[in-house]
């Protein structure tokens, strides 16, 4: 399904998860997209930085994954908090740098488990 863009109503953020899961790119005038943006420039904005950097289709419109879309919303909250855009950035990075440290920890505590049972 990888390329499919979607404009229909059902795409919210309200939408059931399933219906959101299943599309892999958006187009910056879908509903995703205007739901988790304020306008395109602010998406335009983020490209530009090297911030968030969507795939492009072969007409060479931005095409946003969920994951990147997630992105826009927790560097728009930083934002909104006052702190610059590198320092936003560098905010989501290490928030999902550490997220992943304490996965892997998990991980390993539950092998660590089955290893002593």
């Keep these: ?14 939408a059931p998860r399933s219906v959101i899961a299943s599309r892999n790119f958006y187009s910056a005038d879908c509903r995703l997209c205007q739901a988790v943006s304020r306008d395109n420039l602010e998406l335009r904005s983020l490209d530009s ?26 560097l728009r909250e930083q934002l909104d908090e006052g702190h610059s855009l590198a320092s936003a950035a560098r905010i989501v990075d290490l928030e999902d740098e550490l997220a992943d440290a304490h996965d ?14």
């Design 1 to 14: 399904m990888s390329g499919i863009v979607d404009h229909s109503p059902a795409t919210s953020l309200s």
């Design 49 to 74: 930085a090297a911030v968030v950097r969507p795939e492009r289709s072969g007409g060479g419109h931005r095409r946003y994954s969920r994951r990147q879309l997630t992105q826009v919303v927790r």
């Design 104 to 117: 892997t920890i998990s991980g390993l505590r539950a092998r660590l488990d089955e290893r002593d049972r």
